[in-house]
């Protein structure tokens, strides 16, 4: 076994029990199984750690503490986090109603099914583990060393190899492409490079050694969408930032721009990107066939506007509409999810998203606070902006990262929604801290 197995073994050990002394550990573990599975990388796909299925049983062991803790030290949820739980169980009856009465092959569409299931339970104890302001920290902070993680394997090991301008043959569960693993890194880079504005000393430094990693990956994925979302993302961080915040914004602007031309160095990822905007004559073959895969897309919902349940599109529909014999994804988020789980879920989808992002706009808006934890909901505001300009050009909408996002936004809606005292314990004595008091709680 070599060594990295042996530290992924030993921090696997170690979340596990602190997991079970304050719930928000276990998300870390989650992230760990997430980030770095032993399956997907060259020190863990041989030998002891390639056998069990450590995610699943990283979510199993989060469950479990979520249960045990359940209503110790818990804000009472907000609004918009009881209108989310609400329109989430919806949309679990919808699909499974979907799935087994109008899906054409229970068989095909059973993976998105069961991958559903598990995103919403993911989501629910993700919530209630984040208790307070330390832990939505603790989770960015683990979020933070996840991409770098990946990114470092990616700029400094190696890993993968080019394809088209492209970096293929690495990833982690559910981001096996380019263009997955870009999703991931555009979705999450708004929310930990916040870290470096709101954080101690320690999580800047750490901010700046992992985030450069983070950009680099991005480009080396070379996804115009990314690059897109990026761009329409990066104003929200201005438009929704007030008083002292609006100066973290033009600065987080600033330096993010600035990573990004360090790192520019490939002169085919501009070219590839200039092709976005390109006319009809010009467009190059992968956007012309997208267009097509969407025209497709909306006639099947046009006749069958319930659903066909899961991959759908892939792997029944999509290829008799195209008249083709190979799978074909519609790389739309919002056709695929109308495709495999009806209008109505996606109606459903869209309002799960749409109530929190909403309630932070509209809370950033009137916001007058100079607390720096603020900047926090900017950033979630930035995310989904990127997610959904993102989910445009590919099915993400029902990717995990979709589902951690609502949870973190639900999660800092419910926290910065409280004005009572929080508690939470470190080691064997209590603290009592103001739930505005973001850097007097001890992080990473």
Not at 24 to 38: D, S
Not at 99 to 111: M, V
Request: hydrophobic share 50%.
């Amino acid at each position: 076994m070599s060594l990295t197995a042996i530290v992924w073994l030993l921090l696997f050990v170690l979340f596990t029990g602190l997991a079970f002394r304050r719930p928000v550990w276990g998300v870390v573990l989650y992230m760990l199984t997430f980030f770095a599975a032993p399956a997907f990388w060259w020190w863990g796909k041989t030998g002891m750690l390639a056998g069990p299925r450590w995610t699943l049983l990283a979510s199993l062991l989060l469950l479990v503490v979520v249960i045990l803790h359940f209503g110790k030290e818990q804000l009472p949820p907000c609004r918009a986090s009881r209108l989310v739980t609400l329109i989430v169980l919806a949309f679990v009856l919808n699909a499974t109603f979907v799935h087994y009465l109008l899906a054409p092959s229970l068989a095909i569409s059973n993976w998105a099914y069961t991958l559903l299931l598990k995103f919403v339970l993911l989501f629910f104890v993700m919530r209630s583990a984040i208790k307070n302001r330390s832990d939505f920290g603790i989770v960015l902070v683990a979020i933070l060393l996840g991409c770098s993680y990946v990114g470092y394997e990616a700029t400094i090991n190696s890993r993968g190899a080019m394809a088209a301008g492209r970096l293929e043959g690495m990833g982690v569960p559910g981001a096996k492409d380019a263009n997955y693993l870009a999703s991931l890194c555009v979705t999450t880079l708004p929310l930990v490079g916040s870290l470096f504005f709101i954080g101690r000393i320690k999580t800047k430094i750490m901010s700046v050694i992992c985030m450069p990693f983070i950009v680099n990956l991005i480009l080396l994925c070379n996804s115009r969408s990314s690059f897109l979302s990026l761009i329409v993302a990066a104003p929200t961080f201005v438009i929704f930032s007030t008083g002292r915040m609006k100066r973290l914004a033009i600065y987080a602007l600033c330096l993010g721009g600035l990573c990004f031309f360090m790192l520019l160095g490939d002169s085919t990822i501009i070219t590839r990107f200039k092709t976005t905007f390109a006319s009809a004559e010009d467009r190059d073959g992968s956007a012309s066939g997208r267009i097509e895969y969407w025209k497709a897309g909306i006639r099947i919902i046009k006749d069958y506007p319930l659903g066909n349940g899961g991959d759908a599109f892939q792997k029944i529909f999509g290829p008799r509409y195209l008249g083709i014999d190979s799978e074909k994804s519609v790389h739309n988020g919002y056709i695929n999810d109308a495709c495999e789980w009806g209008l109505q879920g996606l109606a459903l989808k869209l309002m799960m998203i749409g109530i929190p992002f909403f309630t932070l706009c509209r809370k950033m808006w009137a916001n007058t606070d100079s607390d720096k934890f603020q900047f926090c909901g900017v950033a979630l505001i930035a995310s989904c902006t990127a997610l959904s300009i993102n989910t445009v050009f590919g099915e993400f909408l029902s990717s995990e990262w979709t589902y951690w996002w609502v949870a973190l936004a639900c999660a800092f809606l419910k926290i910065e929604g409280s004005t009572d005292l929080t508690r939470f314990e470190e080691g064997e004595e209590e603290i009592r801290v103001r739930a505005t008091d973001f850097e007097s709680v001890p992080t990473l």
